[in-house]
């Protein structure tokens, strides 16, 4: 997994990868978060990871209406 500091807006080319009863964390997310209609979703944007480098990445998260995004991840980065 890669970590980083901060994501710079705007997240671009977002897709939805899946939603309510497709999401394997449903319950989980549910449980610690709240919120009923979970999506999972995947964009692009520029981070800046803990070495202070800035590179454009593929991001993962998922999100709910009324709570916002969670779990923010690089998937891959692109640069």
């Known amino acids: 997994m890669i970590y980083f500091k901060r994501y710079f807006r705007p997240i671009e080319n977002i897709e ?3 939603r309510r009863f497709a999401i ?4 989980r997310l549910r449980r610690q978060h709240g ?3 979970w999506r999972k979703l995947k964009g692009t944007a520029q981070v800046e ?3 202070g480098s800035i ?3 593929e991001l993962h998260w998922y999100e709910c209406h009324g709570v916002g995004k ?3 991840k690089i998937k891959r980065l692109l640069d």
């Open 35 to 37: 919120g009923r209609d």
């Open 16 to 18: 939805v990868i899946a």
């Open 70 to 72: 969670r779990e923010l």
């Open 49 to 51: 990871l803990l070495d």
């Open 24 to 27: 394997r964390d449903l319950e």
């Open 55 to 57: 590179r454009f990445a």
